[in-house]
């Protein structure tokens, strides 16, 4: 087994998105969020053994920590600003389904706090305190503590 090192963990500006109580939907009243890490690189992308900082290749490596059912009282970003918000891990009720997708698998994130700082219109930052259970993709399970920017991202309507 191998460690996914703070050296894979560059993260982009992510997307948070709110689903309308009266939506059609299981996420429906909950929120969304999705942070893309900077591409890395690979010898074999189903080989962790290869993985490596930068975008030489010869392949790159794309992926996002998705997560989603986040269930907190607020429907839009200025009801999220300064507030802090702490979670179970699954499966106990109320937690975040979140996973990163590696080596040919959705690999489990446990995320037990989030800390949202001072909301614009349309951002807010976030850190966020998660637990990467990575030993599908053969890789050392491990704690990391995520500096996002998250931009509003509105669903659309029909």
Do not use: C
């Not at 460690?3 to 429906?28: C, H, K, Q, V, W």
């Not at 010898?43 to 290869?50: F, G, I, L, R």
């Not at 698998?105 to 614009?120: C, K, L, M, W, Y």
């Amino acid at each position: 087994m191998i460690d996914f090192t703070d050296d894979f963990l560059n993260l982009e500006p992510g997307t948070i998105t709110f689903s309308p109580r009266d939506l059609d939907s299981p996420g429906a009243g909950t929120w969304t969020i999705d942070i893309p890490l900077a591409p890395f690189s690979a010898d074999n992308e189903y080989a962790p053994e290869t993985f490596r900082p930068g975008q030489a290749g010869p392949e790159l490596i794309k992926t996002e920590f998705r997560l989603d059912y986040i269930s907190v009282p607020a429907e839009d970003l200025s009801e999220l600003s300064g507030r802090t918000f702490t979670f179970p891990v699954n499966p106990e009720e109320g937690y975040i389904d979140g996973s990163i997708y590696m080596v040919a698998t959705h690999n489990p994130v446990d995320i037990t706090r989030i800390e949202f700082g001072q909301a614009t219109n349309e951002e807010i930052p976030a850190t966020l305190h998660a637990e990467l259970i990575l030993e599908t993709a053969e890789m050392n399970d491990r704690t990391a503590v995520l500096e996002a920017t998250l931009r509003l991202r509105q669903l659309a309507t029909s």
